[in-house]
């Protein structure tokens, strides 16, 4: 219920700035925009006074700092001050860890072990109309930072079916699934693979993973001609109806490149 009010709301304030729609009222917009940002931004300044206090992310509704123990108190003291001057409400939340690769993504785990994941590059369970690609990805990743386990022995061993404990956090093990993509045309697109002299046309929606030996994949421009590759330098094999086999042929160096390319933007090569 609480999910669902939170998106009607949000739905009417975001056509409050849609000239299209009868809820437009650019001021309304600016109004709350602003004023949040800009109330938002005095909290942070009172809070940049603390001593050893560092600013870790900031967006338009919320601010995570890092902060000596002993100024604690003096944290609350300032944030109750800034809701009865403002008269909002602040949640509090306290981690032990985040791993943040920006202020869209990241992997926190808070003081009693819970698991809050964030963005393209970490949210493992996503809601259903989001995009689920290569969700062993991420799978990975959360096990790397918070359990410490290698990006490889997570992938080489995820088909053996055992499900993974991230925190608090149960993360259910789907698979051959995990591994797959997917890539949905339209009237002007449509997805082709080749493979030596010979050209496949697939269905609308496909979906498929990175193999050592399979096709390359391509989307075709319907009316331009255009050709765009898809993972090019890889090659896939097409999963669009499950067959069970004792082994898939993964190449796990791709995995473990995209899981790589999440590491060094956070660790800096460190």
Same mark, same amino acid.
């Given at each position: 219920?609480?999910?669902?009010?939170?998106?009607?709301?949000?739905? *009417? /304030?975001?056509?409050?700035?849609?000239?299209?729609?009868?809820?437009?009222?650019?001021?309304?917009?600016?109004? $709350? *925009?602003?004023?949040?940002?800009?109330?938002?931004?005095?909290?942070?300044?009172?809070?940049? =006074?603390?001593?050893?206090?560092?600013?870790?992310?900031?967006?338009? &509704?919320?601010?995570?700092?890092? +902060?000596?123990?002993?100024?604690?108190?003096?944290?609350? *003291?300032?944030?109750? &001050?800034?809701?009865?001057?403002?008269?909002?409400?602040?949640?509090?939340?306290?981690?032990?860890?985040?791993? +943040?690769?920006?202020?869209?993504?990241?992997?926190?785990?808070?003081? &009693?072990?819970? $698991?809050?994941?964030? @963005?393209?590059?970490?949210?493992?369970?996503?809601?259903?109309?989001?995009?689920?690609?290569?969700?062993?990805?991420?799978?990975?990743?959360?096990?790397?930072?918070?359990? /410490?386990?290698?990006? =490889?022995?997570?992938?080489?061993?995820?088909?053996?079916?055992?499900?993974?404990?991230?925190?608090?956090?149960?993360?259910?093990?789907?698979?051959?699934?995990?591994?797959?993509?997917?890539?949905?045309?339209?009237?002007?697109?449509?997805?082709?693979?080749?493979? =030596?002299?010979?050209? /496949?046309?697939?269905?609308?929606?496909?979906?498929?993973?990175? *193999?050592?030996? @399979?096709?390359?994949?391509?989307?075709?421009?319907?009316?331009?001609?255009?050709?765009?590759?898809?993972?090019?330098?890889?090659?896939?094999?097409?999963?669009?109806? /499950?067959?069970?086999?004792?082994?898939?042929? $993964?190449?796990?160096?791709?995995?473990?490149?995209?899981?790589?390319?999440?590491?060094?933007?956070?660790?800096?090569?460190?």
């Amino acid at each position: 219920m609480n999910t669902a009010i939170k998106l009607a709301l949000n739905g *009417t /304030y975001g056509k409050s700035n849609d000239k299209w729609s009868f809820f437009y009222d650019p001021k309304y917009t600016m109004s $709350i *925009t602003i004023n949040g940002q800009l109330l938002l931004a005095m909290l942070i300044e009172e809070l940049a =006074e603390l001593k050893d206090i560092t600013v870790l992310q900031a967006n338009t &509704d919320g601010v995570t700092v890092k +902060i000596p123990k002993e100024e604690l108190s003096k944290l609350q *003291t300032i944030c109750s &001050d800034w809701e009865k001057l403002t008269q909002l409400e602040l949640e509090c939340n306290y981690y032990q860890k985040m791993v +943040i690769r920006d202020v869209n993504n990241f992997i926190a785990q808070d003081v &009693d072990g819970h $698991i809050k994941d964030k @963005g393209l590059a970490f949210e493992i369970d996503k809601a259903i109309y989001k995009n689920h690609s290569m969700r062993i990805v991420r799978i990975a990743l959360a096990n790397y930072f918070i359990n /410490y386990v290698p990006i =490889e022995l997570t992938l080489r061993d995820h088909l053996l079916g055992n499900d993974y404990q991230i925190g608090t956090k149960k993360v259910k093990n789907h698979g051959i699934f995990d591994f797959c993509l997917s890539y949905k045309g339209n009237k002007d697109w449509s997805l082709v693979g080749k493979e =030596e002299d010979k050209e /496949y046309k697939y269905q609308k929606t496909n979906r498929y993973y990175i *193999t050592n030996s @399979g096709v390359n994949l391509f989307k075709n421009h319907s009316s331009d001609g255009r050709v765009i590759g898809l993972q090019v330098g890889w090659e896939a094999t097409i999963f669009n109806k /499950y067959v069970k086999q004792d082994t898939y042929d $993964i190449n796990y160096d791709f995995y473990t490149k995209e899981c790589q390319k999440i590491i060094k933007s956070i660790e800096n090569d460190n």
